[in-house]
């Protein structure tokens, strides 16, 4: 996640956003400055107060980026607590090297993303309890499909590569709400975002250990066995159709219904998110 992404969302349920801020190109310039002169942890912060001091007397508005906000972080909490049980269960799990390493690294990403989140979130009101989870997905009974998450290796990078693509999605998947932009828009958001690469070297991981997965998502193949455990994840990215046109064939050019797929990720609903969340996540 980076300022890009948190103000592509906000601008998603407010399009005036820019508005209150002067313009977006004034409002990251003005964050490019505060790099420069404030310490890393003071930054969110900052980036709090601004949003504070823009939708002051706007109390519907404000609720509702707080609201984007806390779902982000509640998928940030997921990811950084999965991968810190992961990481804790050291060469028993994870074998030394450059699988090691790769997994610290997303590791510490995760982790700054909540921290930031929170302390962004901290000027503007509440931000979302730490949930209980439970990675077996068994919505809290500790039995459910993934059990063995922490002790399977292979098992391990497929629920990884899985949340990976779901959060992936599930920030396309604010797209829904936009105001403006229409069709042409939303193909635009459906381009793989920066927390793509993520799930792009978890799944090289998964090849590197003998599955045979792709770097992307191809139709509604996850390369998880089976495949109906995370069919919801998946659902709808068998899309072949982009702001009214049909990828297949286009111009001539051969291009196979796998590749049309490909080359396009498909939001999430907050809803579908949020039901796929909820499996991980103790009542």
């Not at 103000?7 to 349920?13: D, L, P, Q, S, T």
């Not at 098992?155 to 105001?179: H, I, M, N, P, S």
């Not at 702001?243 to 196979?256: E, F, K, Q, R």
């Amino acid at each position: 996640m980076n300022l890009n992404n948190i103000f592509g969302e906000i601008e998603k349920v407010d399009p005036e956003v820019y508005d209150r801020l002067d313009t977006r190109r004034a409002a990251m310039k003005g964050f490019a400055n505060l790099g420069g002169k404030l310490a890393l942890a003071a930054v969110p912060l900052a980036f709090g107060s601004m949003f504070q001091k823009a939708y002051a007397g706007t109390k519907s508005t404000k609720e509702t980026v707080l609201q984007v906000l806390n779902y982000a972080l509640t998928l940030e909490y997921l990811e950084a607590e999965f991968y810190s049980i992961a990481l804790s269960k050291g060469i028993l799990l994870i074998p030394m090297g450059a699988a090691t390493t790769a997994i610290q690294t997303i590791s510490g990403h995760e982790t700054s993303h909540v921290a930031f989140l929170k302390a962004a979130i901290a000027p503007l009101g509440t931000a979302v309890a730490k949930p209980t989870f439970d990675f077996s997905g068994g919505s809290g009974s500790g039995t459910g499909p993934f059990l063995t998450v922490f002790t399977d290796y292979s098992l391990f990078l497929a629920v990884a590569q899985t949340l990976e693509d779901t959060g992936v999605r599930a920030y396309k998947g604010r797209a829904a709400e936009l105001v403006k932009g229409g069709d042409l828009l939303t193909a635009a958001l459906n381009i793989h975002s920066v927390e793509a690469r993520h799930a792009s070297h978890i799944r090289q991981m998964r090849k590197a250990a003998g599955v045979d997965v792709k770097p992307w998502i191809t139709g509604v193949i996850s390369g998880v066995s089976p495949a109906s455990l995370v069919a919801p994840n998946y659902a709808g990215e068998d899309v072949t159709t982009q702001a009214t046109i049909n990828i297949v064939n286009i111009n001539g050019m051969g291009t196979s219904v796998n590749a049309a797929t490909e080359a396009f990720d498909e939001p999430l609903s907050a809803t579908d998110v949020l039901a796929i969340v909820k499996l991980f996540i103790k009542p």
